[in-house]
T-cell receptor
Framework: DAKTTQPTSMDCAEGRAANLPCNHS???????VYWYRQIHSQGPQYIIH???NNETNEMASLIITEDRKSSTLILPHATLRDTAVYYC?????????????FGQGTILTVHP | KAGVTQTPRYLIKTRGQQVTLSCSPI?????VSWYQQTPGQGLQFLFE???????NKGNFPGRFSGRQFSNSRSEMNVSTLELGDSALYLC?????????????FGDGTRLSIL
C-alpha cells in the first residue's frame, strides 16, 4: 500500500470549509483513497473513498488530482463537532485488503 | 441499521491473566477486522476474519488470537496479559472482502492492565 503524508494539524473557523490535504505520490493504479476520522474516545468513522473520480456524499467531498498523487477532503461547512483526527489511507486489493494502515493523521480543530 | 457492537466497553485485568473481547458486526457484514490503538503506536492491524477463516494477520505475538463464528460474530483473545497490552481494541466490519468496501468501526473495548 502507498504511504500517505498529511499535515500534523489544521485549524478551521466554524461555518467555513475545511480542506484537508493528503499526499500519496507513490499510489498505484488500483489503489483507493479512503478517509476516516476519529473523535476522542470513539472508533474511527468512515467518511468517503474514491479511486479516480471526485466523490461526494452527505458528509464530505473528495477531490483527487488527475495524476492521483494527492487528494483533498472537503468538509463544506465545518462545525465544532467536526473537531477530530482525520486519516487519509491508500489501500489496494489483494490478500491484504482487510488491513488498513493508519498514519498519524491530521488533527483538525474547528473553533467558534 | 445498528452499527458494530463491541463488548465490554471497559475492562480491567492484571498481568498474567487472559481476556476475551467480543464483536458483533453490522447485520449482513461477513468480514471482521481487529485493531489495537495505543498512544505510542497508534492504530495497528491485528487480524481479519471472513467466513470463519483468518484471512490476514498483523505483526503481533501469538498471545493474540481470534475467531469468527458462523453468524459472523467475532472474538479476540489475549493470553498472559502484559502491561503493554493496555490499549483500545477496535473491531471493524464490512460486507465482504472485495476491494473498495470500506470498514466500519465500533467504539472499542478499553483494556487496562494493572
Amino acid at each position: 500500500d502507498a504511504k500517505t503524508t498529511q499535515p500534523t494539524s489544521m485549524d478551521c473557523a466554524e461555518g467555513r470549509a475545511a480542506n484537508l490535504p493528503c499526499n500519496h505520490s507513490t499510489i498505484s493504479g488500483n489503489e483507493y483513497v479512503y478517509w476516516y476520522r476519529q473523535i476522542h474516545s470513539q472508533g474511527p468513522q468512515y467518511i468517503i473513498h474514491g479511486l479516480k473520480n471526485n466523490e461526494t456524499n452527505e458528509m464530505a467531498s473528495l477531490i483527487i488530482t488527475e495524476d492521483r498523487k494527492s487528494s483533498t477532503l472537503i468538509l463544506p461547512h465545518a462545525t465544532l463537532r467536526d473537531t477530530a483526527v482525520y486519516y487519509c489511507i491508500v489501500k489496494t486489493g489483494g490478500t491484504s485488503y482487510g488491513k488498513l494502515t493508519f498514519g498519524q493523521g491530521t488533527i483538525l480543530t474547528v473553533h467558534p | 441499521k445498528a452499527g458494530v457492537t463491541q463488548t465490554p466497553r471497559y475492562l480491567i485485568k492484571t498481568r498474567g491473566q487472559q481476556v476475551t473481547l467480543s464483536c458483533s458486526p453490522i447485520s449482513g457484514h461477513r468480514s471482521v477486522s481487529w485493531y489495537q490503538q495505543t498512544p505510542g503506536q497508534g492504530l495497528q492491524f491485528l487480524f481479519e476474519y471472513f467466513s470463519e477463516t483468518q484471512r490476514n494477520k498483523g505483526n503481533f505475538p501469538g498471545r493474540f488470537s481470534g475467531r469468527q463464528f458462523s453468524n459472523s460474530r467475532s472474538e479476540m483473545n489475549v493470553s498472559t496479559l502484559e502491561l503493554g497490552d493496555s490499549a483500545l481494541y477496535l473491531c471493524a466490519s464490512r460486507p465482504g472482502t472485495g476491494v473498495g468496501q470500506p470498514q466500519h468501526f465500533g467504539d472499542g473495548t478499553r483494556l487496562s492492565i494493572l
